[in-house]
């Protein structure tokens, strides 16, 4: 019984440093500040655009230009919008637009939560594995037919997401944006081969590709 109590806890503990920990790395260990009121009404003109619902806004302070972040952390209820300051300064309002309505489709679609589930049954297992509580062998099978699974769910939730800030802002706002910030960062957004296949994401490559097609029909 203490086994079994004991990798549920890992397991939970496991969501909820996917879940969380990101909130409170972003809270503790960045440059931080309030938004002023001219910012507040800038975002919240673009939150209102993109349906993006957030329960508190942190400007992140950069030290140079093109730094460029653009992020919801947290669980329901308590989802931060952390947005670097050279967005509000130094970035066309339609490249923010897009940035927001993507992150507005992951909220949307509970991506995070998904990845954070996904990963709490994999490392459960693992510790179900550990405390032989499950036999090796089926448990083996079980974390890689469970990895599969989420890596292939995790792809088509994202391309959902992209979908949902597509019907937002619109499918090519939403792609110009992310090649704005690929540049930003001199960076080429990559397209997927064989060692992608095992990532939650698809490549940035591949979600442009899906919203300028989405854009031409």
């Given at each position: ?50 349906g ?21 952390r ?21 490249v ?35 405390t ?12 890689i ?73």
């Amino acid at each position: 019984m203490l086994t079994v109590a004991f990798v549920a806890v890992v397991g939970v503990v496991a969501f909820l440093a996917v879940e969380i920990g990101p909130l409170y790395v972003n809270d503790r260990f960045r440059d931080l500040r309030t938004p002023t009121s001219t910012e507040r009404a800038y975002l919240d003109a673009l939150r209102a655009e993109t349906g993006l619902d957030v329960d508190r806004v942190a400007v992140v302070e950069t030290e140079g230009d093109d730094s460029v972040d653009v992020a919801v952390r947290g669980p329901p209820r308590r989802r931060v919008l952390f947005v670097t300051d050279y967005v509000l300064d130094g970035m066309d309002e339609d490249v923010a637009l897009g940035l927001l309505a993507a992150e507005a489709g992951r909220v949307e679609t509970y991506y995070g939560e998904f990845r954070a589930v996904a990963v709490a049954v994999v490392v459960a297992l693992l510790a179900g594995i550990v405390t032989t509580i499950i036999p090796f062998d089926s448990g083996f099978f079980a974390v890689i037919l469970v990895g599969l699974a989420s890596f292939w769910a995790g792809r088509r939730v994202q391309y959902v997401a992209d979908d949902r800030a597509a019907d937002a802002v619109g499918a090519d706002r939403v792609a110009d944006a992310f090649e704005r910030v690929a540049a930003l960062r001199g960076v080429e957004p990559e397209t997927g081969d064989w060692s992608t296949w095992f990532e939650v994401q698809p490549p940035l490559g591949d979600r442009i590709a899906a919203l300028r097609e989405r854009g031409d029909r």
